[in-house]
């Protein structure tokens, strides 16, 4: 049995090995490892997309964590299989992960219908970690049909997650302190579902907050879409939510209103649509990521790099010249 029969077909034992191993193949940047890589995907790629994803982000604090664990064991309760692809901040040392979620769902990891990995963020754009993509094709591929993305919750982490999952949660603070926070991150704007987490600490402030964000929600025209739009019931209109994940309060409530937003997204085709979308932008990234690899490996570049960084510390040349001579050196036709 080879790694993609292992990882769709596997015994329990097998699969969560093979499993480990296709996405650490994933993660690895040798040209070699990246070939068996591209091989695997595409076995695996008839086996995957029958899954949900669901993207999980908020500030550091506000009970990710928690909040997933207590999800993902009331959804296996339910019948189904969760995979958890959280990205951790990376050590600037060692380049590992410093919080390590797999430490702190301790019921959730050790579940046997259940799949946890951390990855370090390795300083990607957006808090993100470059293969979560491949990987969450990897868990579908295994039969998780609940497929969770957690990340770091800074800087352009929300926009990174909105942009490969099927629905955006965003988890808030009772207590935030300026309540026109959220809107100047531009965060709302992406949000499918706020959650108001740890509202059983001050009920009073847990309300607060959800009427705050509920108006914000509605000024900023529910994602763009026409103010009549606000309406129709054929479509999903954002929503705040109250609940406690240490407590296990208020689940029921969150999983009843994904999974509304689900049958409303794939009567409409927008599911489909928004993965159409995602995969070409997966694709472009790549491209992007290659073209960033194989300009710092070209020798004429390699060679000219070192006199011009010295003189742009210098201040002899403009950065931008630099650049273009760099590129220049690049596209040059070899002898």
Known sequence: MNLSQAIVAGDETAQRRAIAKGITLLESTRADHRAQADALLTELLP??????????????????STFIEALGLFL???????????????????????LGDKTRMEHLSVHPQAYIRPSPASGT???????????MLVCEAAGYDIVIVETVGVGQSETAVAGMT???????????????????????????????????IDPDAAMRAQAQIT???????????????????TLWHAQVLQLSALKAEGLDRFWAAVSRFRHLQEAGGRIAARR??????????????????????????????????????????????????LLAAMLEPRP
Not at 47 to 59: D, K
Not at 76 to 92: E, M, N, T, Y
Not at 179 to 199: H, P, R, T, W
């Open 47 to 64: 086996h995957a997309g029958r899954s949900f994803r669901l993207g999980i982000s908020g500030v550091p604090g506000v009970g990710k």
């Open 76 to 98: 296996i309760a339910q019948g189904h299989r969760v995979a958890v692809l959280a990205i951790d901040p990376s050590s600037s040392v060692s380049g590992g992960s410093i």
């Open 125 to 135: 754009l957006g808090g993100v970690a470059a293969k979560t993509r491949e990987a």
């Open 166 to 200: 099927d629905m955006f949660v965003l988890l808030q603070l009772p207590n935030a302190g300026d309540d026109l926070q959220a809107i100047k991150k531009g965060v709302m704007e992406l949000a499918d579902l706020v959650v108001i987490n740890k509202a059983d």
């Open 215 to 233: 108006s914000a929600m509605r000024i900023l025209g529910q994602h763009g879409r026409a103010e009549h739009a606000h309406h129709d019931e």
């Open 276 to 325: 159409r979308q995602q995969s070409l932008a997966w694709m472009w990234e790549r491209i992007e990521s290659g073209l960033k690899q194989a300009f710092r490996q070209h020798p004429q570049v390699q060679a000219l790099l070192p006199q011009l960084t010295r003189e742009v510390e210098k201040g002899g040349i403009a950065a931008s010249t630099a650049a273009r001579q």
